[in-house]
């Protein structure tokens, strides 16, 4: 791996911060390539709220067209405080999802050191694990509909779809990535087996079956509900969390305030054998917009993320050790917008430049 030529990659920077944390990932990318000889061309595009309000379109086909022929896709942020709250979200960061069948999100949830951590007692050692999170599936299909809409004897229906090669693809995705991360060797699938009794007993008969064909790893099932108190109370428990996509969702934001805030986590929209989206998981941010104070450290990690994905691995974890270098040095006052006594091109400027 490692070996292509030249690698293309989309750039979405998007909504409210996003483009100035893309900038600083971009600075990054280009010293880190420097470094490692790695060859890549960047195409801009400008997806997102500000175009949607010019021209009325959010997602062209045509240029879903073209996405499947990059290697990867770079995305900021989605979202506009103008545009009423989903139609980007769905229109843009959903459909490219599912269109581009990015059936996985990695969120690494890893506390660095000298980050502060809300949790009590715990540090570096105790928070470190992986959530595998479906991402095709579930409450997010649209599955459902209204009856009687706007009428007091409306009905509201949204339907969870889960299929056996949705979700054997995703548990067999979390097997291997558990193979391969080397911690503990330990994959924990979380589900709600006690109430949705048809969703995840499909979750739960798969997960079991698939064992078979992974018996150095040991495997363990927490309800959802659980899985929050233990995230809490015991993160050290966790290597590798599997779960779908709802639940995924919600775990991770609890994940991300483990593991210092928005302004360090990342994730990873994954087609193992496809056009895969890189992306810091918190939002566009818009008050902070254009005032050089985001943090964007879960951009540069994404970026970091993207280039081990496409097989630089070297490349990515010198990006990880630059960002816990800087961490190290203490200049960093906090990991919270307008907190951090450094701005958001000051700190791409510094990691660029200690690469
Ligand atoms: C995320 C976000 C999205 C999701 C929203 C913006 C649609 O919260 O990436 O976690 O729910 O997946
Ligand atoms: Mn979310």
């Not at 420097?34 to 801009?44: D, G, R, W």
Request: glycine share 12%; with cysteine; charged share 25%.
């Amino acid at each position: 791996m490692g070996s292509k030529k030249s690698y293309k990659i989309a750039v979405v920077p998007g909504d409210g911060t996003g483009p100035e944390v893309i900038a600083e990932g971009l600075k990054v990318l280009k010293a880190v390539a420097a470094s490692q000889s790695i060859k890549y061309e960047l195409v801009h595009y400008d997806l997102g709220g500000e175009r949607y309000k010019k021209t009325g379109e959010i997602f062209p086909d045509s240029v879903l067209e073209e996405f499947k022929k990059f290697d990867a896709i770079y995305l900021g942020a989605i979202g506009h405080p103008d545009v009423k709250p989903g139609i980007l979200e769905k229109g843009i960061l959903l459909r490219m999802r599912f269109e581009l069948d990015q059936y996985i999100n990695l969120r690494p949830v890893k506390l660095y050191p000298n980050v502060p951590c809300p949790l009590k007692d715990k540090g570096p050692k105790e928070i470190d694990f992986v959530v595998v999170r479906e991402n095709t599936e579930g409450l997010y299909t649209g599955g459902g509909g209204f009856l009687k809409k706007g009428t007091p004897d409306e009905v509201a229906i949204q339907e969870s779809i889960n299929t056996r090669k949705g979700v054997e693809r995703c548990l067999r995705y979390a097997y291997e990535y558990t193979a391969k991360r080397k911690k503990d060797s330990k994959l924990t699938l979380c589900g709600k087996t006690n109430v949705l009794t048809y969703a995840f007993d499909l979750w739960e008969r798969t997960f079991k079956e698939l064992a078979k064909e992974f018996p150095k790893i040991k495997t363990d099932y927490v309800n959802v509900d659980a899985t929050c108190m233990w995230m809490v109370k015991n993160p050290e428990w966790f290597d590798v969390i599997v779960t779908d996509n709802m639940f995924g969702d919600i775990l991770t934001d609890l994940g991300a305030m483990i593991q210092g805030g928005m302004g360090i986590a990342a994730g990873g929209n994954i087609n193992p054998k496809g056009v895969s989206m890189f992306e810091p998981i918190g939002g566009s941010a818009p008050k902070y917009t254009g005032k050089n104070v985001i943090n964007p450290l879960a951009a540069i990690c994404a970026g970091g993320m993207m280039l081990e994905t496409l097989g630089e691995d070297k490349a990515g974890k010198r990006i990880e050790a630059a960002v816990i270098k800087l961490l190290e040095s203490g200049k960093l006052k906090s990991l919270d917008a307008g907190k951090m006594g450094m701005s958001t091109s000051e700190i791409g400027d510094w990691l660029a430049k200690n690469i």
